[in-house]
Every structure is written in structure tokens, then in C-alpha cells.
């Protein structure tokens, strides 16, 4: 049986709503994005993370945050993904591969294109990136570019020496993390052109209603229902507002990341030469948030170059509690706090907003996704790490030719621990309504973690920084932090609760286990040595 694999990137609110406002009054947001930018040249809008304008981008990320706050998720009235015993139509255009979205899908759709397989992309807007920047490590551009075989050194935006991780009394530089600025309208040109040409096929302005399941492979359906293809396997690559994951997602999200900010112009040139990855200038404020800021230089390529337009966001972490507050009161205190985090700024007046950004990014202990023997035979798998992931792409690849089972399929995304044990750091960084943790505590506890960590060097910071969760580092910091700071623990075990600590311990005895037997076993495995193609896959 066919199945349909599920891969995520983030997707950003950018549904167009009315500019009604239920407010009586304009909020200081309202009035700052409803203001015109001036000249900066052209923009684009891709389909996916960015896309939309400064109102409706916020309003439609308040709808689904009241929505998501009020109840459960609502079912939709059928499943995205219908089985049928039926065979496939076999006048359809047949792939290996079918792509459900373009920001993430593209890349993942490129390598898969190079290493033989027929691969369709299927995007409900046009296939281009947005023109403001985004911005990832060195390392990772590198490894980006040698997995795809591609220059794509010209949509390099900006680059920058160092960026700032800052938390009350502790500051430190780091290097080689989200120290580039990359143009997503342009790498998206450049991936796009290298697709097609290697016979890749982009369906743009089409959106999906439903996929059917067959015997012999899985059908895309457009909005009116009517047939457009079919494939082998599915990559799902439409972000966290998924329909696949909407049948799936059952209760609310476990946690929350509300994200603010703007693209803008009007800082000083002579203070905006580096960037910050986390840092704050506060504790926690009477809506119980900890907000963090993060902010990156734009435009700035040239070695001595300056520039006085800088991305900052503002983000906190939070439950979907109905008592927490508008994604608009956040923007506001984004907007009255700005001056204080970027001091060269006298009056948010005086900024030229190019683009701002007004979104919620849910997040679930109960990752990756896993089917219930009620639902569909598809796989629910989940990817959230930063492509091209190798091991997907490999097994993506390898399973093409192969009969494989959804539980065989979804065996390329199973249980993560580092993934499990991440989930811990974001409870640490939240205060629930209910909870007394003092004002200063969160700014405490990262104080004191990220120093030991700075103390042990980039090979435990930068990877931390980097999402990615290793047994070595994360021992070393926490058996630090527990020295550094013993009277601390106590009030840590108290913020985080009990048998959140117990289940957390799990995960991380998990990656011990996992990381020995990558050490220990993996080299001793030889593939070749397993004469059944399914088995060794």
C-alpha cells in the first residue's frame, strides 16, 4: 500500500481577512501598520512564511488564536485523506513524488528531482519567495549548497561577523549562527529554474481539496474535486496549518510561540553590525509573559558595508489558556518596548515599516504524528528539522521502487528524543496564569545555563543555538548550571512540575541510549550484508 508521508515547515498566519477592527479605537499596531512604506522596491509575496499584508496578516492570526484559545480543534467535515479500494485512474500524470507546498517543498523537491525520482510540486500561490531576508548559519548555507550541488551564493542578502545571546546580566558573541540573510525570492527562483530543468513539474495557483488513497498510489484532488495527478508518496511541506495534520490534531496545542515584528528602516548604520539570536531586556510582565527579542541587520553584503534597516521580532511562550491576551496586545508592547531594545531608535515614528510579521506557531508534546487504528492506513509522519535532510531525502528516495507499508513509511520519522527532551526548555521559558514564579526567575535561569554553556565553547553552544539537542552538551550544561546555581534547582522543580521533570528524564535517558548506540553500532552496520531490498531499507 501506498502512503502519504507528512514533512512540516512553518507556516506563517497570512490568510487576507476584512480590516474591519473590533476595536473601538486604533491601537497603536493598527496605526503603524496602516501606515504606507516608502519606496523600496519591488516585493513579492510567496505562498507560504511572510506572505500577506501587515492588517490582514494580523487579523487573521487573531481569528485563529481565538479559535485555537477557545476549544479543541474542530474536525473538519471530511478527512483530507480518503482510502479507496478502487486502482488509480490511469490517465493521470503519474509521479514518484508529490509536494504539497513550495517554501520547504522546493528544496526537498530539488534534491529528489537530481537523484532520479519524477517530482511535482503543488503550490496554491505562485512558486517565488518572499524579498524580505531570512537568515541562517554559515555551516548551514554550506551543507544547504553541497547537498543541492548548487551555487546559491546569490541570494545571499546579508552576512554579518557575530550575533548577540543576552539574558539580564550575561552577554556573549557567537559565530556561525543565523549570520546570514538569505533572499527567499531569489533562492526560490534559483531552485525553481534547476527543477524544471532537471523535468520537474510546478503546479502553481492550485490548491488541494482532498487526497484519495488507491491501491497503487494517491491522488491529488484541486478545490473542485477534480483529479490532477497521482503519486507513489506524498510530502506534506504545507506547515503547521496543514489539512493533513488537521485530521490528525485532536486536542489543543501543548504550547504556544507567539511571534511579532517588523521589517524596517530609520536605525542607526553605525550600531546595526551584528544581530541577536535570543536576548532580553525584561522579565516577566504583568500578562505573565517572558518576551524575547531576536533581530538581524538587512542589506548589508559587502565587507564595511552599513545599513539602517534591521529585522527585529519579538516572541514569548505561552499556553493556549482563553485568558491570555490578543496577538494586537502583543504588537503593541513590541511597538512601546522597541525604544528601549534598540536605543538608537528615539520614537517608533520615525520607522519606514517595510513588512511586519503577526503570527502563532503551535507546538505538540505528542511529535511526530502518529495514526490511531481508527483513521486512514496513510502515515502521519512529521519533519521539523532544517532541510535537506539526508536521511530523509535517502529514504524518500530508496522507498520509491519499494511496496512499503504507512508503519514501514513512518519509520523514517519515528520517535525523536531530542526532539521529546526540546520540549522541556520551552516549559522552563513559559509562566502559566495560575503559576507564582517571580519576575526575574526565567532571565535566572537562562543567565545561568547559556553562561555554563558559553564556558564549555561552541561546540555546546552553537549546535543549542542551532535547535539541535546533543546528550554531550546538554549533560555538561545542566551538571554546570547544578554547581553554579544549587539553590535554584528547587524553585526549577517547582516551575516545571514534578511529572513534566519525570517524563523529560525519559527522553533524555532515550538520547543517551541513542547516542551510544550511534557510537557503538552504527559502524559496525553494513547494509550490503541484507540481501532483502525491503529489509535493508
Known amino acids: 500500500m501506498f502512503s502519504v508521508m507528512l514533512f512540516m515547515s512553518c507556516l506563517l498566519c497570512s490568510n487576507s481577512l476584512s480590516t474591519n477592527s473590533p476595536a473601538a479605537t486604533a491601537s497603536t499596531t ?41 476549544s479543541p480543534p474542530t474536525p473538519p467535515p471530511s478527512p483530507f485523506i480518503r482510502p479507496s479500494q478502487e486502482m488509480s485512474p490511469p490517465s493521470l500524470d503519474s509521479y514518484d513524488v508529490a509536494i504539497l507546498g513550495s517554501t520547504l517543498g522546493l528544496i526537498y523537491a530539488t534534491k529528489l528531482q537530481s537523484m532520479g ?11 517565488q519567495g518572499r524579498s524580505q531576508e531570512w537568515n541562517i548559519g554559515t555551516g548551514e548555507f554550506h551543507s544547504l549548497q553541497s547537498a ?13 561577523d557575530t550575533n548577540r545571546v543576552g539574558f539580564g546580566e550575561f552577554e556573549c ?10 533572499k527567499p525570492d531569489i533562492m526560490t527562483g534559483i531552485l525553481k529554474e534547476e527543477f524544471e530543468k532537471a523535468g520537474g513539474i510546478c503546479f502553481e495557483d492550485t490548491s488541494v481539496s482532498s487526497l484519495l488513497e488507491h491501491p497503487d498510489s494517491v491522488v491529488i484532488n484541486k478545490a473542485d474535486e477534480e483529479p490532477l495527478c497521482k503519486a507513489k508518496i506524498i510530502l506534506d511541506c504545507t506547515g503547521n496549518g496543514s489539512p493533513i495534520a488537521r485530521d490528525y490534531r485532536k486536542d489543543k496545542p501543548s504550547g504556544i510561540c507567539v511571534v511579532v515584528g517588523t521589517c524596517a528602516s530609520g536605525y542607526s548604520e553605525e550600531t546595526n553590525d ?89 507546538t505538540y508534546k505528542a511529535s511526530p504524528l502518529k495514526k490511531t487504528p481508527t ?77 555554563v554553556m558559553d564556558d564549555m565553547g561552541p561546540r555546546t553552544m552553537v549546535p543549542f543555538l542551532q535547535d539541535v539537542v546533543r546528550f554531550d552538551g ?25 511529572p513534566a521533570l519525570i517524563e523529560w528524564m525519559g527522553h533524555v535517558a532515550a538520547l543517551a541510549a541513542f547516542t551510544m548506540a550511534d557510537a557503538l553500532v552504527s559502524p559496525n552496520i553494513d547494509p550490503d550484508r541484507i540481501p532483502n531490498q525491503k529489509e535493508r531499507w
Request: aromatic share 8%.
Open 474 to 498: 546538554l549533560l555538561g550544561s545542566l551538571a554546570g548550571s547544578f554547581i553554579a546555581t544549587p539553590l535554584e534547582m528547587p524553585i526549577i522543580i517547582g516551575h516545571v512540575g514534578i
Open 30 to 70: 493598527r496605526r503603524l501598520l496602516s501606515k504606507p512604506a516608502k519606496s523600496v522596491g519591488p516585493l513579492t509575496q510567496g505562498g507560504g512564511a511572510g506572505a500577506g499584508d501587515g492588517l490582514s496578516m494580523l487579523e487573521a492570526a487573531e481569528k485563529r488564536w481565538d479559535m485555537t484559545k477557545s
Open 375 to 451: 483513521e486512514s492506513s496513510s502515515s502521519a509522519m512529521r519533519q521539523a528539522s532544517s532541510p535537506p535532510c539526508r536521511r530523509i531525502t535517502s529514504a524518500v528516495h530508496e522507498a520509491i521502487p519499494l511496496d512499503l507499508s504507512s508503519n514501514e513509511l513512518q519509520s523514517v520519522n519515528s520517535y525523536l528524543p531530542n526532539l521529546s527532551a526540546a520540549w522541556m526548555f520551552q516549559k522552563a521559558m513559559m509562566k502559566t496564569p495560575d503559576q507564582g514564579t517571580d519576575s526575574g526567575f526565567i532571565e535566572r535561569l537562562l543567565s545561568g545555563n547559556f553562561k
Open 274 to 362: 551584528f544581530g541577536d539570536v535570543i536576548y532580553t531586556n525584561g522579565g516577566i510582565n504583568e500578562k505573565n509573559l517572558q518576551y524575547f527579542w531576536e533581530s538581524f541587520p538587512v542589506g548589508m553584503v559587502k565587507e564595511g558595508e552599513k545599513s539602517n534597516t534591521k529585522t527585529t521580532y519579538m516572541f514569548t511562550y505561552l499556553d493556549a489558556d482563553s485568558r491570555r491576551p490578543t496577538i494586537e496586545s502583543i504588537f503593541d508592547d513590541y511597538f512601546d518596548l522597541l525604544p528601549s531594545y534598540q536605543p538608537s531608535l528615539k520614537s517608533v515614528e520615525d520607522l519606514n515599516i517595510i513588512r511586519s510579521l503577526s503570527a502563532f506557531f503551535p
Open 117 to 127: 525520482a519524477s517530482v511535482a510540486v503543488v503550490e496554491r500561490a505562485k512558486v
Open 148 to 160: 543541492l550541488n548548487l551555487d546559491l551564493t546569490p541570494a545571499i542578502g546579508s552576512c554579518f
Open 173 to 182: 558573541r557567537v559565530k556561525g549562527v543565523l549570520d546570514l540573510g538569505i
